[in-house]
């Protein structure tokens, strides 16, 4: 484990009587710094109680691979500042997570780890964690705070190497910003709707790909692409996907190996298997 380190003039103390560790992996620090201090017990969720700690949205973090949340709030008279640190099964969870829930992102340089903030949040994401720092009042004084107590977390983190699923898409033309990575019914349903649950066969276990992309029409299209494990597990989602697609989708032409769509709002769509990879283009302005 990384030691902490001094950030500006703010020295962090670790006292893990009060900050336990977290599934062995980090410690929580105390307090801040002498006014700020972690005066309430932290509280841990673990699997499905995290619908006891989120109001709504508990189903796509277990959908990605979610482990447990340990929530710690820093109290300095009636102000509050709370750390909450998920921790999920592996770094691509973590991402993917963080990708669905910040949007185009607004990073500090100051954090080491790929972060996205605000006055009111700091959001991060570094090897298999994803961390929120909550400041419920809006107080621009308290970023430096909530950045210190970032980094010193961050610090703490390893970052091992990992698959670049984006590398399944193409650069060219790509919107920054619009990359994402699903898993399942939830983080799927963020970006269309191809079908009643599971359409894709991905059962919490398969990532995919998506992003936009700039075309010469007036619209963006989508592209998305899943590669699984093997050819056959490709073959079984192209076929389920076929016959359980939704009923505004309208399949125009198909063969073996790719079909052609057409959905309510006339736009047009594209499957197309290739070995064990499902590839798809969506929001296309013509047949493609």
Known sequence: MKKPRLIGKVILIFISQIAPLISGDLVLPDRIDEKWVAREPTRVFAGGEL????NGGAELFLEFGFENLTVCKYINDNLVLE??????????AALGIYLIKTGPET??????????????????????????VNNFSGNKELLSLMINLSQTLV?????????DLFAYLTKENIIEGSQVIFRGPFGLQSIY????????????????VAADFSSKSTKNITRLVIPYPEKNTALQAYNHLVLNMDPYLEILEKDDNYFIFKD???EFGLVKIDKNM???????PSKP
């Open 51 to 54: 619908f006891g700690h989120i």
């Open 83 to 92: 750390l909450e640190v998920y921790k999920m099964e592996n770094t691509l």
């Open 107 to 132: 990073p500090l340089k100051e954090i080491s780890a790929r972060n996205t903030a605000n006055p009111y949040q700091v959001v991060i994401t570094s090897g298999r964690f994803f961390i929120q």
């Open 155 to 163: 610090d703490q983190i390893d970052k091992p190497e990992t698959t």
């Open 193 to 208: 709707t191809f079908g009643k649950g599971d359409i894709l066969l991905l059962g919490g276990q398969v990532f995919g």
């Open 264 to 266: 309510f709002k006339q």
């Open 278 to 284: 499902l590839m798809m283009q969506i929001h296309l």
